[in-house]
């Protein structure tokens, strides 16, 4: 029987505090880099090949960034991204193939070769 019974703590004893997670983002078109937003307001720039953040852009405008970063230049989607777990999630294209569709020559993707 648990009726009137108390916790044996009121307060926890430890409080493993997490970071600020993701909750917006936005594919550039060159589709390699992320913008993201996180619950603190920091914005971020993300490189998906490399799977690493690249910048940290601190607290500015996000929309602004988005159109500051615009190229004219068109990238096939060969991804998707999810917030669910409040961290950049890279899913590869549905079809096998989808992933290798992209096409671009090394001196545009900035490879460093």
């Not at 607290?59 to 991204?81: I, L, Y």
């Amino acid at each position: 029987d648990t009726d009137g019974a108390e916790p044996l703590s009121k307060r926890p004893e430890q409080t493993i505090k997490g970071g600020a997670a993701i909750r917006k983002f936005h594919i550039l078109n060159d589709k390699r880099l992320i913008l993201t937003q996180d619950t603190a307001e920091c914005v971020a720039v993300y490189d998906v090949l490399k799977a690493t953040k690249v910048e940290d852009l601190g607290r500015v405008n996000f929309e602004e960034e988005v159109k500051a970063r615009f190229k004219m230049v068109f990238v096939p989607s060969w991804f998707n991204v999810d917030l669910k777990t409040g961290m950049l999630t890279i899913h590869l294209g549905q079809d096998e193939t989808d992933c290798f569709s992209s096409m671009g020559f090394s001196k545009g993707c900035r490879t460093g070769t």
